[in-house]
């Protein structure tokens, strides 16, 4: 494989819950060494659900372990002033500090940017909150269904007359994250190129309204809210899942021109489909869409979702499975690209997790190894790389100041 | 006019589908213009297809005021050419040549029959960075598949998992799959997109040559599902399930005038609710005791909690529960985000103004870089609009060859 494009590169992961551990943890996969600054005052994800085979454990989370795979984990009390100094010597002998604590919890620590940058003034500093850090909301605080309801993505999200809806996967949290990724690569670039550093300031409510401009041009225009639409689409019809065999096991159909619609009428075993004038056109099948789709789920409902996939793909009508998470980890598509990949544990073993959604010349772009232990690599953080000797690491671990 | 930004100097060419609401690939070029590259997008002759989605500011539909096309494609140039003539297409691969990036938003199988895969083009510019986003990615047994943003968010996991967190107002076991009603599979995949690139880029800086980025919409899904996946890969609990949640309360319930979200899963947060709350003899259960039992015994709080959020409007929970820093918010309307004293002050939309003088506005940047500050410099071309300039200033065109190659 080609060089990783962060190897030597250092990072200091003051990430909490999701967000910033996720943004870590794929610089960490691009060949980052990141090192997670944990405080046991403070365990998250570490104490939360869902452990291996329920059994709870700081290094048995789920929830933890596939948003710090491939770190270091370095545990530092930080509200012990020597626990933050040492925090500090870290940031020292790093590139990039990322932090998404509550507005100005770094700052009271010391450890802001102007801190930071006095030492350091390369250094590049990106803090994330879910809604920045101006702003008279800058306090709040909000984890993912927060930034849902706040953005106005709830607002577009529901069924048919139904009330506003929060989006699955913690949707707000990842999708900031992938900004913020972009975000420090660009600095990265910007640094090898003028040597300079910056700080990086982002909102995960305004990320989030980023997925709305035709939401927020109607309302700016005539004052004209959303309205909920389900699965529907303005332009496209059929545009929905419909209910296959078995309990839980749905189809996706979207069918864009009225060729797919012909194709779609001949491989269902409904020539008359076709003919008939309800569904002729883009328009007429948006119009009678309510009288279509019972047809095709009756077509659907005693069927594999795989055999209608097959079928209508064959014949050139974008359709997919609704996979579930158990679904998306076992997809043998999705293996034998490199995106499931099976890092290792010392304590629950080998665990998939979804990786890069890229690959680059065939293969994945980056490794994901084994998330750290609680403490893990105290030692190397501490002795080998900042040169805290013997007795000194001793005092401040009977301190409590290294957990 | 070029724009400083980290990407100053880099030159951009994009190709995107025929298919309405495929935004995955305009939207990478467009975040890498804003990052001051020099992206340039080629549209066939009949024009992109989001020229026709609206909303246009006038309500009369106008290919140079859509809305969503003004806001995929600002910050960028725009050149018209007819790649499926000898003339247009030679035009083509030479801008390619004369590029650092090429971003193909397309079916595989478009990727394939246009032969713009990386081997075929980088003997003429081996440094190319060439990054496709296509529905199932370029290889793979379901590869060929078709899709768009349904079926990406349907085989990604996310409409299985929608919604994100227990629903006390719907029955969600009742309901299918849910989809967003935005492009929201292709925004998230062309920010991958354009991560991948820059990181490409810096791969470049280390060892000299480009790269063929192979992105899958499906995986650009699965991949920000880091915690249903953890449920997966960990426990048994499937999505949709409470108990996926693991500690609660954390819950979308109904309020006196709408819908609140109430979230106090840390001890801390969940005393102080209780304090908001009257401390209620129910609160010293021990089947609630704990984040783990108040999930495990969900049935029998979410009554006890509806009681309270009932008494109350969502903005009165929010102000009592946030000034004791328990997060918790109701639910905004677009209008209410838009207009909200926090999103005016901080400056995140963009100001703009329709061929009749209609002021609307636009989302902006959420990343706000120091050094290089966010602007929109450029608005998004008129069809054909930089067609000459840039054939002349990327590729010295005599006029002569802009002829051949179909250029007006």
Sequence with gaps: MNALPLQGIRIADFGQIIAIPYTAQMLAWLGAEVVLIETEQRLTTRIWPPFAEAEPGVNRSGGFNMVNSSKLSCTLNLRDPEGVELAKQIILVSDVVVENYSSGTMERMGLGYQDVRSLRPDVIYLSLGAFGRTGPMKDLVGFHSVINLFSGLASVTGHKGSHPRIMGGLFPDAFSGCYCVLALLEALYHRANTGEGQHIEVAMTEALATLLPEAIMEYTLDGTEPERVGNHHKEKAPHNVFRCQGEENWVAVSVEDDAQFQAMAHVSGNPGWADDVRFSTPEARLKHQDELEPLIQQWVARLQVEDVVQKLQNAGVPAGPVLDSDQVLSDPHMIERGFVQFPDHSVVGPRPLGAFPWAVDGGQPGVARSAPLFGEHNVKVLQELLQVPDVEFKRLMENGVIA | ?408
């Design chain 2, 1 to 408: 006019m070029l724009h400083e930004g980290t990407l100053s100097g880099l030159k951009v060419v994009e190709l995107s589908d025929q298919i309405s609401g495929q935004v995955a690939g305009s939207f990478c070029t467009r975040l890498l213009g804003d990052a001051g590259a020099d992206v340039v997008k080629v549209e066939y002759p009949q024009g992109d297809p989001h020229r026709k989605s609206g909303p246009y500011p006038g309500g009369v539909p106008d290919p140079d005021w859509s809305g969503l096309f003004l806001y995929l494609n600002s910050n960028k140039r725009g050149v018209s050419l007819d790649i499926e003539s000898p003339g247009g297409r030679a035009a083509f691969l030479e801008l390619v040549a004369a590029a650092d990036f090429l971003v193909l938003g397309q079916n595989s199988s478009e990727v394939d029959r246009l032969g713009l895969r990386r081997d075929k083009l980088s003997e003429a510019n081996p440094g190319l960075i060439v990054t496709t986003i296509t529905p199932f990615g370029l290889t793979g047994p379901n590869s060929a598949y078709l899709g768009d943003d349904l079926i990406a968010i349907s085989a990604g996991g996310m409409a299985y998992a929608t919604p994100g967190i227990p629903d006390s107002v719907g029955n969600p076991d009742l309901e299918p799959p849910l989809r967003s009603n935005t492009n929201m599979a292709g925004y998230l995949a062309g920010v991958q997109g354009a991560m991948a690139s820059v990181a490409a880029l810096l791969s470049k800086t280390i060892h000299g040559t480009g790269c063929e980025i192979d992105l899958s919409m499906q995986e650009a899904v699965a991949a920000v599902m880091p915690f249903e996946l953890a449920h997966a890969s960990y426990h048994e609990a499937k999505p949709r399930k409470p108990e996926i949640f693991g500690v609660m309360p954390n819950a979308y319930l109904p309020c006196q005038d709408g819908y609140v979200v109430v979230m106090a899963v840390m001890e801390a947060h969940w005393r102080n609710l209780m304090d908001l709350a009257d401390n209620p003899d129910w609160a010293e259960l021990e089947v609630f005791s704990s984040g783990v039992e108040r999930a495990r015994n969900w049935d029998a709080l979410e009554p006890l909690l509806l009681e309270w959020t009932m008494a109350h409007t969502g903005a009165e929970i929010a102000q009592l529960a946030q000034d004791r820093g328990i997060p918790c918010f109701p639910a905004y309307t677009v209008g209410q985000m838009v207009d909200s004293a926090h999103v005016t002050e901080r400056g995140f939309m963009v100001d703009m103004q329709g061929p009749g003088g209609q002021k609307f506005k636009l989302p902006g940047y959420p990343v706000r870089l120091e050094r290089t500050p966010w602007q929109l410099f450029r608005p998004a071309p008129k069809l054909g609009e930089h067609t000459l300039e840039i054939l002349g200033e990327w590729l010295g065109y005599s006029a002569e060859q802009l002829s051949a190659a179909g250029a007006r």
